[in-house]
Nanobody
């Protein structure tokens, strides 16, 4: 059972990338899935979260990415995506996807500590 994030790369400011989170051994639609990032010298921060299929279908995102990043699912492909538009140098980080069974009433940024984390993918935005 594992997750794998992919799709990172080097892009100029203002550009776009789409990150993918692929799962093996589990159905992502049964899980809450989050995207987090860690920039050099900074703490890990939550970027976006999407609740389980059949749940309240809520999407949460950080204020810093609102209107620029979109989290979505493709149930048929068992994938979760993070579409990142209008990228800024401040978005440079390693991005991780993580799956958790439920938020359990915990604020989403703190609900994934015990979740299933995938290997990250590097996103570098040049100015």
């Amino acid at each position: 059972v594992q997750l794998q994030a992919s799709g990172g790369g080097l892009v100029q400011a203002g550009g776009s990338l789409r990150l993918s989170c692929a799962a093996s051994g589990l159905r992502l639609d049964d899980f809450v899935v989050g995207w987090f990032r860690r920039a050099p010298g900074k703490e890990r921060e939550g970027v976006a979260c999407i609740t389980r299929v059949g749940g309240d279908s809520s999407i949460y995102d950080d204020a810093s990415v609102k209107g620029r990043f979109t989290i979505s699912r493709d149930i048929t492909k068992n994938m979760v995506y993070l579409q990142m538009n209008r990228l800024e140098p401040e978005d440079t980080a390693v991005y991780y996807c993580v799956a958790e069974v439920t938020l359990g009433g915990t604020p989403w940024r703190r609900a994934f500590d015990r979740g299933l984390w995938g290997q990250g993918t590097q996103v570098t935005v040049s100015s």
